[in-house]
């Protein structure tokens, strides 16, 4: 009570205090094979925005696995092997993930396809992966329109404190067919 958890007490033979039940989490029952694919395609994704904090998840769900289960796991994750070519560097990724996530602006020096290297306040909209890249895509303020930037040729990031505007996803286009956003 003191420490805030939600308890109440059953009376009688038995009773005693309870912690309700809509604060615990059921068991991870993740079968070895599920536990790998979860960490082969986080290994897969390096580079990917916010794969710090994937790489932590899948963590927390092998350490909370059966410990016949995570022996397994440790067993056959060395039978997959992941080739991750090139990636932008983490301090970089991160400084864009802050911005999205915050939703704020991203002060940036890019590079472009010739090397030519401009400075650029960008208003971040989201990521997205085509052809093994990922970019940040988001509202120019240089351009005053939608960019692509690919993350490997930003060569710095700060995310700032000032606010994005709320512009629609619609700005961006019209994705591929064969794009789909992240979801459960």
Same mark, same amino acid.
């Given at each position: ?12 033979? *038995?009773?005693?205090? &309870? ?46 696995? +059966?410990? %016949?289960?995570?022996?397994? &796991?440790? !067993? ?8 991750? *070519? ?7 990724? !991160? ?13 940036? !020096?890019?590079?472009?396809?010739? *090397? ?26 240089? %351009? ?32 591929? +067919? ?7």
């Amino acid at each position: 009570m003191l420490a805030g958890l939600p308890l109440w007490a059953r009376t009688g033979p *038995g009773g005693g205090f &309870v912690l309700d039940e809509r604060t615990t989490l059921p068991p991870v029952n993740f079968t070895a094979a599920q536990a790998v694919a979860l960490c082969a395609a986080v290994a897969a994704s390096r580079g990917a925005p916010f794969a710090d904090s994937a790489r932590a998840a899948t963590r927390k769900v092998i350490d909370a696995l +059966h410990p %016949r289960t995570r022996e397994r &796991v440790r !067993s056959l994750s060395g039978r997959v092997w992941v080739d991750v *070519g090139p990636q932008a560097p983490r301090r970089i990724v !991160s400084a864009l993930e802050r911005a999205l996530a915050d939703q704020v602006t991203v002060k940036m !020096s890019y590079s472009d396809a010739a *090397g030519t290297v401009t400075r650029r306040e960008v208003e971040p909209m989201i990521f997205a992966l085509t052809d093994g890249r990922w970019f940040l895509v988001g509202w120019c303020r240089l %351009r005053q329109d939608v960019r692509w930037f690919r993350l490997d040729r930003v060569i710095a990031a700060t995310p700032t404190r000032r606010a994005c505007p709320d512009r629609p996803l619609s700005a961006i286009g019209t994705p591929p +067919h064969s794009a789909r956003i992240v979801a459960f």
